[in-house]
């Protein structure tokens, strides 16, 4: 028997790695003559580097860049030694959110900067192809902190630079390209974007994520008349600009940066995961699929990896199991989602930070797995 098994990480407990080797442990017990393959996955945000990188033999790499607040921060990236050398970036190592506390939340002054100095460094390793989740920022800056660290320029009406920030929208009179890093021309960029908001208005970045970011509602207000000055301005040097593209609002208007100032492509993460990984073809070769991830509920129909898997399994006609630390009451709904039967992994009643502990949850997932197919045995014998 053949099977594919690709979980997404269990977040404070398993990496999508070792969630999928407990599994493939409980199988192998109950199916020691299984050809059991476990493939990394995530969905574009937090353990997209981790997942990818680890998942592919590539090498992490460590730099120093500038944080969302304007301080250093040490943020990592992946490696890829593929048919091109390929970088793999989480947005948030450099500019999210969780890098402030919430006293320090001000998407007014926070920048992507980070962001393009990842980048940079990339392009400077030989990296030409980029894949880059943007979930879970701080800013608000319409993507000029990330595009300043390549080199375009921001000018106010005295021909100086404007702070890289949301704030500094306010101030630009023109923008240059002269001085862009002259290897950007040549790199590829997929974008791992799961929103579809605007730039500008009511559904764009500034109304839906400003306050969660830490604006009120003038500062909203103002955010928002500033991308649309902003964009004005973009259209002088990129007449085809679209506030309006879907994910244009996406980490604060850094969807926008990414379509208009790169080569670049906005996709669902899961989609880019799954075909990095040749999950795709595993799962048409196998007889059975194994996902889950640390939580299932009715969101985790709203496009999360889970999901993904399941579809993409969907297309072949092939069954779909899978496990999770917890379940909620609606998860019901995954039964009609592609996901044919879903299991809790915990055995018994015990305190969360037990339960979280990579080798408790290790040991519940691989008990759970192996009895689920030692009923698949019987069922078949």
């Not at 690709?6 to 977040?11: C, L, N, R």
């Not at 649309?228 to 604060?252: C, T, Y």
């Not at 129909?301 to 006609?317: D, L, Q, S």
């Amino acid at each position: 028997m053949k099977i594919t098994v690709a979980i997404d990480s269990m977040k404070g407990s398993l990496t999508s790695l070792e969630a999928g080797r407990a599994a493939r442990r409980g199988i192998l017990k109950a199916m020691p003559t299984a050809e059991v393959h476990v493939c990394p996955l995530a969905d574009g945000g937090e353990g997209t580097v981790e997942a990818l990188t680890n998942g592919h033999g590539g090498v992490l790499r460590a730099v120093k860049v500038t944080g969302p607040d304007g301080t250093p921060v040490s943020a990592a990236y992946g490696i890829l030694e593929k048919e091109e050398k390929t970088a793999v970036i989480e947005m948030a190592a450099a500019a999210g959110i969780t890098l402030l506390p919430p006293e320090k939340r001000n998407p007014l002054y926070t920048t992507t900067f980070g962001v393009g100095e990842l980048i940079l460094d990339a392009i400077s390793q030989g990296c030409r192809r980029f894949l880059i989740g943007i979930g879970g920022s701080a800013t608000n800056d319409g993507g000029i902190g990330m595009l300043s660290a390549l080199g375009y320029q921001f000018l106010d009406g005295t021909g100086s630079p404007v702070p890289p920030t949301a704030s500094g929208l306010s101030m630009i009179e023109s923008i240059s390209d002269e001085n862009v890093v002259s290897q950007l021309s040549q790199c590829v960029f997929r974008i791992a974007c799961d929103v579809q908001n605007p730039l500008c208005g009511p559904e764009g970045c500034s109304r839906i994520f400003g306050p969660q970011k830490g604006a009120d509602p003038e500062t909203v207000s103002k955010m928002d008349e500033w991308l649309q000055a902003f964009s004005q301005k973009v259209r002088i040097l990129r007449p085809g600009a679209d506030p309006d593209a879907p994910g244009a609002g996406a980490a604060g208007g850094l969807g926008y940066a990414f379509l208009n100032f790169t080569n670049a492509r906005l996709e669902p993460g899961a989609k880019i995961i799954i075909e990095e990984t040749g999950l795709e073809a595993l799962i048409r070769d196998s007889d059975l699929v194994v996902t889950g991830e640390g939580r299932l509920d009715r969101q985790t129909a709203m496009g999360k990896a889970p999901i993904a898997v399941a579809r993409t399994a969907k297309k072949y006609g092939k069954k779909v199991i899978a496990f999770s630390g917890c379940v909620s009451s609606d998860a019901d709904y995954l039964n009609t989602a592609g996901i044919d039967a879903f299991f809790p992994i915990i055995r018994a009643a015990m305190p969360l930070e037990e339960a979280l502990l990579a080798s408790t949850a290790s040991d519940n997932l691989s008990a759970a797995a192996q009895q689920v197919f030692n009923l698949i045995q019987i069922i078949k014998s």
